[in-house]
């Protein structure tokens, strides 16, 4: 089954103590990303990744980071969070071409930061 | 980054209503996507325009990329129960920030008997 695969779904962290949200997909997708959703903001990207080794910022890529080693994984990064990254993150991908800019989503990960 | 605009803001509706919304942008896109989010979900791709003026059908949802390349709207017609969710819209596919989307804030639809 095609699909995005996010972990964990939920998590609950103190403030300043590092985490990591995977990222997989078995689809063969040279495009992935990482957004956020806030309530009343809809979704904002945050990084993105055409390709293996090749990363570049969304619309709001500060306190995060993320890596793009292997062409299935695109982790991300909160190297020390803090309480205004609570919210739902999504990891999507998408294959590349002119017909292939369609997005698939992940089925989101509830980040808190207390 | 700028944000595209979505309206209506939340709909409610009774069943068997048609709904209508749109989104509109200061920015040329050469994609607008579709989706439809239920509470706790990822969201699901509803309908893909990849043309201007392109008007695409699935089922009872019709969509149309806007000429100017700068809005799109999605109709939903003969509503039912299940068609309760959040709807979003997405512009991308830029010459110059390809991989770089935008999605509208969202317009809630809530479908009574």
């Known amino acids: 089954e095609a699909q995005v695969t996010q972990n964990p779904r939920y998590l609950i962290t103190v403030t300043g103590k590092k985490l990591t949200v995977t990222c997989s997909q078995n689809?063969?997708?040279?495009?992935m990303s990482w957004y956020r959703q806030d309530p009343g903001l809809g979704l904002r990207q945050i990084y993105y990744?055409?390709?293996?080794?090749?990363?570049d910022k969304g619309d709001v890529p500060e306190g995060y980071k993320v890596s793009r080693k292997e062409k299935r994984n695109f982790p991300l990064i909160l190297e020390s969070p803090s309480p205004n990254q609570t919210s739902l993150y999504f990891c999507?991908?998408?294959?590349?071409?002119?017909?292939?800019?369609?997005?698939?989503f992940g089925e989101g990960s509830w980040l808190t930061v207390v | 980054g700028q944000q595209l605009n979505q309206s209506p803001q939340s709909m409610f509706i009774q069943e068997g209503e048609d709904v209508s919304m749109n989104c509109t942008s200061s920015?040329?896109?050469?994609?607008w996507l579709w989706y439809k989010q239920d509470p706790g979900e990822g969201p699901v791709l509803l309908i893909a325009?990849?043309?201007?003026?392109e008007l695409t059908s699935n089922g009872r949802l019709t969509a149309q990329f806007g000429i100017t390349r700068k809005d799109s709207f999605l109709n939903i017609s003969a509503s039912i129960p299940s068609d309760v969710g959040i709807y979003f819209c997405?512009?991308?596919?830029?010459?110059?920030?390809?991989?770089?989307?935008?999605f509208g804030a969202g317009t809630q639809v809530v479908v009574t008997p």
């Open positions: 997405a512009g991308g596919g830029r010459t110059d920030s390809w991989g770089k989307f935008q």
């Open positions: 325009l990849y043309k201007a003026g």
């Open positions: 920015s040329i896109f050469n994609t």
């Open positions: 990744s055409m390709n293996v080794e090749v990363t």
């Open positions: 999507a991908s998408s294959p590349l071409g002119d017909s292939g800019n369609t997005i698939y």
């Open positions: 689809m063969n997708h040279e495009y």
